[in-house]
């Protein structure tokens, strides 16, 4: 059973915003997350697919969970580094507000934090997602603190010209790229990563998480996706650390979300094969 907000209002079910075709009788990835997680930015197609998702990945809800712990601490350490320019690509939806509320202690109360909450004072954040309900959300919720300066850009991350084009971001300085979960749904993965490879100034920082082929249970996941109408190209250890041309690999290297650590040394690489998903960070040389 999920832990949800859902006495609250869910969202109207508008079939058009500003022009923009939503398509909200199709299910999407952000919304799909966000009623995993307790959340309430999403809509009855999400929702039933949830309740089908269930039948293919028992164990949806605790991956998701692993996830988000590794997003906290990627961002926790690039805020450790300093103040930084951050462009979070595919930044999904904020994180279900009712987690505020949860018990000092528990998984929701640590798993706080938006790129801006986590960044060190003085950074520049930017947020991007080309799905405009997301971005609705990202504009309400996450308007920065006073101590980071925070835009919103609604496109493709594919797109690498309009993700940098916020006037935020400066070429010529380090910037920390972040794509959390979201390369599964990129079919040429490898090209869109490389493209902002080619941009990024020397010291800058790529974190990503990315969805497993060499998981026990990945024939599943493929057959609940492509059901639920939803790309997904999950990639094995090889091809994840194949997106990480150009860059130095840092702490553990390319290893299962829940056991990076900045701190952790290079693990066993058999042990590495159990993920459900793969997390690393490096730096540009």
């Known amino acids: 059973m999920i832990t949800t907000a859902h006495e609250m209002a869910q969202p109207d079910a508008v079939e058009e915003f500003d022009g923009i075709e939503l398509n909200l009788h199709r299910p999407q990835s952000a919304r799909v997350e966000d009623y995993l997680l307790g959340g309430i930015g999403n809509f009855p197609a999400d929702r039933e697919e949830v309740g089908l998702l269930w039948g293919w990945e028992p164990g949806a809800r605790r991956a998701a969970l692993q996830r988000k712990a590794f997003r906290k601490a990627v961002l926790a350490w690039i805020g450790s580094c300093g103040p930084m320019q951050i462009l979070d690509l595919g930044c999904g939806l904020p994180l279900p507000h009712w987690w505020g509320r949860a018990m000092p202690g528990s998984v929701h109360h640590r798993l706080l934090g938006e790129v801006h909450e986590l960044a060190a004072p003085g950074s520049r954040v930017v947020y991007v997602d080309r799905d405009p309900i997301v971005m609705s959300h990202a504009r309400a919720l996450l308007r920065g603190n006073g101590t980071s300066e925070v835009r919103h850009v609604r496109a493709d991350l594919a797109e690498v010209g309009a993700a940098l084009g916020s006037g935020l971001i400066s070429s010529g300085e380090p910037v920390a790229l972040t794509l ?47 059901a639920m109408q939803l790309p997904f190209f999950a990639r094995s250890r090889e091809e994840f650390t194949a997106l ?42």
């Open 180 to 226: 959390f979960d979201v390369l599964h749904e990129v079919e040429d993965a490898r090209r869109v990563v490389a493209a902002y490879t080619e941009v990024a100034a020397p010291g800058s920082l790529l974190a990503i998480s990315h969805r497993s082929l060499d998981h026990v249970r990945v024939s599943r996941r493929v057959l609940g996706r492509t």
């Open 244 to 285: 990480f041309d150009g860059w130095e690999l840092l702490g553990p290297g390319v290893v299962p979300v829940q056991r990076w650590s900045a701190s952790r040394a290079p693990g066993n690489l058999r042990l590495a094969r159990a993920a459900g998903a793969y997390g690393a960070v490096a730096r540009k040389r």
